[in-house]
C-alpha cells in the first residue's frame, strides 16, 4: 500500500458517510497526523473524481462557493476492497 492508498481509503470512508468538501477532509485528515495542503487534497480529490470513485458538485455555503464530493458506487466498492486488503494486512503484522 502506497501513502496515496491510505489518504484514498480514509478520503471514501468519509465521502462514504456523507458529503464533504476540501477543507473539511483537511482537517480531518490533520486530527489523524497527515499533515496536508490544499497542492495535495485538492489534485487528490480531483483524481479520485477522474477515476470515477468520487463525483461533485458547487453549493454555496456561508456565501461561498465550495465543492462537494460524494462517494460513487465505483467509489464504494474500492472503499470495500481496501478495507477487506487493509483487514488482511492487520491481521497479518499483528497476529489477531
Request: glycine share 14%; hydrophobic share 35%; with cysteine.
Amino acid at each position: 500500500m502506497k501513502y496515496r492508498d491510505f489518504l484514498t481509503l480514509h478520503i471514501l470512508h468519509h465521502a462514504g458517510e456523507g458529503p464533504v468538501t476540501g477543507a473539511f477532509l483537511m482537517e480531518e485528515l490533520g486530527r489523524h497526523g497527515y499533515s496536508l495542503s490544499p497542492g495535495t487534497v485538492y489534485p487528490l480529490l480531483h483524481a479520485l473524481e477522474g477515476e470515477g470513485l468520487l463525483e461533485s458538485h458547487w453549493e454555496v455555503r456561508n456565501g461561498r462557493r465550495v465543492r462537494v464530493y460524494r462517494i460513487t458506487g465505483k467509489g464504494a466498492e474500492a472503499l470495500r476492497e481496501g478495507k477487506r486488503r487493509l483487514r488482511e494486512l492487520c491481521d497479518e503484522l499483528l497476529g489477531e
